[in-house]
């Protein structure tokens, strides 16, 4: 049974920096892809960003050129380094994995799915 697990949210206020830190287990051998998404109050669960085992990261254009969305496959773990932040970027973050092909930004992707961690950005 695959477990994911994220850490690192909290309060900060406008213009900091926070990292996001996740870890899947209960699977032998790495996942595909991994990525982040988010859901803020009264709104959607929506993509922030993504990275397969090979290519390019993938990142919402809300989040390009502020977040770095980094693995480490031997540790099946994924970052989401977030600077700059904003008050827009208050959510809970959550941490999904997959081996399936399917568009990174789509939530249907993805199998596996943490608890999420809450982020509040104060202006």
């Known amino acids: 049974q695959v477990h994911v697990v994220e850490s690192g949210g909290g309060l900060v206020q406008a213009g900091d920096s926070l990292r996001l830190s996740c870890v899947a287990s209960?699977?032998?051998?790495?996942?595909?892809?991994m990525a982040w998404f988010r859901q803020a109050p009264g709104k959607e669960r929506e993509f922030v960003a993504a990275?397969?085992?090979?290519?390019?990261?993938y990142y919402a254009d809300s989040v390009k050129g502020r977040f770095l969305i980094s693995r480490n496959n031997a540790e099946r773990a994924v970052y989401l380094q977030m600077n700059r932040l904003k008050a827009d970027d208050t959510a809970v973050y959550y941490c999904?994995?997959?081996?399936?092909?399917?568009?990174?930004?789509?939530?249907?992707?993805?199998?596996?799915w943490g608890q999420g961690t809450q982020v509040t950005v104060s202006s």
């Open positions: 999904a994995a997959s081996n399936r092909d399917g568009y990174t930004y789509d939530r249907r992707t993805y199998d596996y």
């Open positions: 209960g699977q032998t051998g790495g996942f595909d892809v």
């Open positions: 990275r397969r085992n090979w290519g390019s990261p």
